[in-house]
């Protein structure tokens, strides 16, 4: 009855503690932050790597780029890896939606991985979106897991905005919006974006020296979808956290 007492007080504790120290308690831990080396730039490249494209989609289906700067670069796309485990496994029936939303918002990387392995490889999974008509290829998407830890993931903004706009179009756009992170809510956009509560809807992602947000923001005029990967960053995750919500913040103004 002790150790029960020790460890619920500590789950109370821990994610109390990472708030009050600006982190987030799902993503801000070793298992997202341990240092690995990244096949394609074995000497730690110190140059940061700054990718985004902002999409406005009006209800009539015509789109208007808001903002977009290296959308072709190849980073790491970190967590928002499993936007793409999570659609794959929503198709094909295999998860309860409640089991995919605690993936999705909360990061969790056993959960993401244990369903592309009910899915099959990572090889079947490039093929899967290949054959949506996503534009993969060794220059624009490479999966290397289901959760995105590994650091031979790869993906750039146009394909992931690819996906967005797939999502988007279909019958099951509210059902997997509703499954991602918002501000304000249980997950990893808890302390994030609160001037946005109820209009963001997105996955992030937390590595080394990568950070990650993509998804959904419902605006006046339409839903904007949009990716931002930052890469080899050399100042702090929670620094660059702030310049991305500004960003977010920033294009939900343009389309106003």
Known sequence: MKTLLKLLLLLLIIPSFAQAQGL???EDTPEFLRPQVDPDFPDKS???VFSHLFKLVKPDGAGKVLAIKNSTALNKPAS??????GWWALQEGIRELDYLATMLKT???AMAQSTL???????DMENYYSNLGLTVNEHTFRVADGSGLSYSNKSNCIVQIQLLEMILASNQ???YRDLLAQPGETGTLR???HTLKGKVFAKTGTLNRTAALSGFIEAPQGTIVFCVLSDFLNHSLQYERKRIDAMVIENYNRAL
């Open 173 to 175: 756009y509210v059902v």
């Open 117 to 123: 392995n009910l899915l099959g490889s990572n090889s």
């Open 191 to 193: 302390n994030r974006l």
């Open 107 to 109: 990061s969790s990387n």
């Open 24 to 26: 987030d308690p799902y």
């Open 46 to 48: 110190n140059t940061p």
């Open 80 to 85: 928002t890896m499993k936007l793409f485990t």
